[in-house]
């Protein structure tokens, strides 16, 4: 039966264009008052009781689900019985006339099947309130006659009058044709119960029986069964029996696998499998064409993810179904009956008859090797299953002494770390002291062929390769990425016989230059090394591998400049472009203790730690940052460029201490006028040139070494540490290091394994970024948090008296630079330049103080409670400008830091 869609839900029913007194069809509420006169007759009754009889039998037809059918038909001329597969009996009468029924059907614009009016031939649609088609699924109209003789129709209360064409009453004459069919006819498949309106309902037929093909059925779903089970057979093969029925696979696991050979056919099965890409899929190959099986987003489906079964529908028609998804043809429709499963259609949409003359086998042939089974599909796709292989002892003995100097040479580049200390040599063997003092003995070969693994040069990078096939392939991991020498290869042979190898959790298939596995043979070349030996100048180390690629390693000579050699330090000014270095087991100047400084002035160096640069803010300003665990010392090169960068010694990855590296020249210094020497700049700035922002410096919270990032604009509170983010490069492998800010105080060990991080407790008692409150961090001798270079510290708040001449406001010995927003303090003929370059706020780490009323703060080493002290200027409106040298505010804030000598 035709599927009808419930359009509307109904309230009130009026003839939609017949009544000219309402909107859209609205229903008048009050049928009129009869006139005198009229008389309504028994015949016009028993029409309307017709006419409703006929209706109802219209909507009961209408409304039957799709899945039931019609079990019998028994049909003459002027009636049908129908009987369903639900033992629902309906009478259809039919009545040989061309006049139209009063109610009957008709079609709305998109097709569905409405309730409507037809008088002389004209058909008007029945509608809702809202001026909506009614659909004959939705509910049955009644009609009735009023007692002037109108005809009336309702769906829901109250009645409306049915009108002619011409807009009037329609009056009831008891000779109305009333019926809705006018014949009901019926096919193999359908029975079609057609309207007086040319409309017809089409009610599909209980199915016919099976047509005698299960046996065929049955052939192709053990074929395709096999065909899956052969592709999820992943287990090599230890075992075949053939016999001349089918041929028995048993796999290390035990599990075995029959492949029928009987009827095999070179013809294209009804279903059979082809390679899509590099991935098996199911395909249809027997009716000319060959589309894939696709699943419902049009993809084909893979042998491995599902599996069709074939079937036969009531009709005798092909169908398949899927485990997970059911499917769909291309080019070769399937399309979706009134159930599952799918049936399926030839290239013109017709369905395809089952016969018992399919040819269902998949196989073409099965054959087998010393190391594979090889299986032939009817679509020219081949599954081939590998044999289980014993290498011999010759074998093992190759993949031992490979392995052994594969092991000595990924030791030997792992000291390159370290440097070498001696050099001796005795026979083949030569040995090597490190100064961490370890050794190591390498055997050479001077005349050793090409190993089967070895090492390539690529720049400065070293990566390990098959050299002993042309071409040099690069061992790769299962990402295609070459691998380095920080990750050692272990050969072994694999269950076909075949070289492969682990890497990491990467397992590997060493393949040739063109591809192809390689078969270990037992006697394969293993050294890796023909000569070991020392240059002229006792500065280099010569590892020469038999793949023609000299590795160099450093003898201990210091070249490097000690940053710490006069004294150690949180930060170190270095002024020219070299290689430097600096002590990394020692915190700060190391004074004081855990208790008076917050942490272990000593830091005892592991194996597990190492050292890199943090972040900088210019490219390129550092680089080969290295941690020398056995001297102590962390080296790193610097460019000529001038800037500020961080450089962190980590363990496994944590941050354990940091120092800040200032490239910038040699500070000058000036004596004040209370005697202490300054800095001629900030701390961090690389330049003294007034107004210029290079000479601003960086921010600190009172008590931390850590420099913090500035900028030249005022930062909203949302946008703190944004200028920091975008002018600073930080290094990738401290991704979770990052400039910004933690709304909460820190403990000691939290502070300085995240020197990126403005800390703040935000408590009402106290602004601080520690837990544990000390006035010791910063004081009158330098400790071991003091972010000063070597030989200077942070100023005690005395240090700047005489620059206010006990004023409140800046004249005399300094004066306010209204363009250039700074201050030039003048002593004894000379002048120094101060910023007004702002602070970094307490309670959100953004930047301000940078807009038209500038401020200049710097942090003393005092305290004052809980807050610390602070030299302070500022531009006043009114005049010059202002200035305090003894204010106090939260530790928290951001400052600058000037320092002067200890």
Known sequence: MKKIFLLCSLALLVLGACNDDSTNGAVTPTPPEPEPGVEVTDEMKARSEELNSEVKVFYDLNRKPSNIKISKAEINDIEARLTFTDEDTILVSCTATDTAPLIGVDTDPEGNLCWAVNIEGKSRLLKDTEGNPVATTTDC??????????????????????????????????????????????????????LYDGKFLQ????????????????????????????????????????????????NEEGKT??????????????????????????????????????????????VKGNRPVMGVDGKGFWTVTFEEAAAKMDGLRITRGAAEPWQITDAQGNPVKATSEEQVSMLQDVNFTERMVNILFNSNYEKHM??????????QQTVSEINANIAKFAELYSKREVMATSLTEEGNTTTIRFTDGTSLAIECTPDAAKPFVGIVAEGDNYLWALTSTEGAPRLETTTGEPVGNDAQPVLAIDKLGFWAGTIGENSLTIANAQG????????ESAPLFVSVRADETAEKIFVKLSSEVEFTLPLFVEKAIDLSAAATANSYIVSAEGDYCFTASVRGNGVGSETTAGYDPQIVLTETMSADWLWMDHANLISDVKLDSAKGKISFKASAEKGNAVIALTDNGAVVWSW?????????????????????????????????????????????????????????SAEAFKLAREATIVNPAFEAIVWGMEKKSADYATAAAHPMTFYNAQTTSSQDWS?????????????????????????????????????????????????????????????????????????????????????????????????????????????????????????????SVRCCKE
Not at 219 to 238: D, H, P, R
């Open 386 to 395: 590998n044999r289980l292989f014993v290498p011999t002892d010759k074998m």
């Open 257 to 302: 696998l029959s492949i029928p050979t009987s009827n095999l056919t070179k013809e294209a099965p009804f279903v059979g499998i082809a390679l899509n890409g590099e991935e098996a899929c199911w395909r249809l190959c027997t009716l000319g064409q060959q589309p894939w099986l696709k699943d419902r987003e049009g993809n084909p489906i893979k």
């Open 771 to 895: 837990k544990r409150t000390k006035k010791t961090l910063w004081a009158a001798e330098k400790t071991l948090n003091d972010p000063c270079p070597a030989g200077y510290k942070v100023p005690e708040i005395t240090a700047w008296k005489g620059l206010d001449n006990n004023r409140s406001y800046i004249d005399g010995v300094t004066a306010w630079d209204q363009a250039l927003y700074g201050m030039t303090y003048t002593h004894n003929g000379q002048t120094t330049w101060y910023p007004a370059q702002g602070s970094r706020n307490y309670s959100a780490g953004n930047l301000i103080g940078l807009s038209s009323t500038r401020s200049g703060n710097y942090w003393s080493s005092n305290t004052a409670g809980a807050n610390a002290r602070y030299f302070y200027f500022q531009k006043v409106i009114s005049r010059p400008g202002s200035i305090n040298s003894d204010l106090d505010k939260y530790r928290s804030l951001g400052y």
């Open 141 to 194: 109209p009644h009609t009735s006659i009023s007692d002037k003789a109108i005809w009336m129709v309702e769906l829901a209360k109250p009645q409306a009058p049915i009108k002619d064409n011409e807009g009037k009453d329609l009056t009831a004459t008891g000779k109305e044709h009333v019926s809705l069919f006018k014949s009901v006819e019926e096919t193999d498949e359908y029975v079609k119960v057609i």
């Open 203 to 250: 009610m599909e037929k209980e199915a016919e029986p099976l047509p005698d093909c299960g046996k065929v059925i049955a052939q192709l779903n053990k074929m395709i069964e096999t065909a899956s089970e052969i592709n999820s057979y992943e287990g090599l093969v230890t075992k075949i029996e053939e016999n001349a029925a089918d041929i028995t696979l048993t």
């Open 660 to 716: 800040h590296i200032w490239l910038s020249d040699v500070p000058a210094t000036m004596v004040y006028a209370s005697g202490a020497e300054f800095m001629d700049r900030n701390l961090g700035a690389t330049g003294t040139t007034p107004g210029d922002t290079n000479a601003y410096g960086m921010y600190y919270q009172w008590g931390r070494k850590d420099p913090f990032y500035g900028g030249t604009t005022t930062e909203t």
């Open 516 to 523: 192809n596995g390689i078969e270990v043979s037992g006697e």
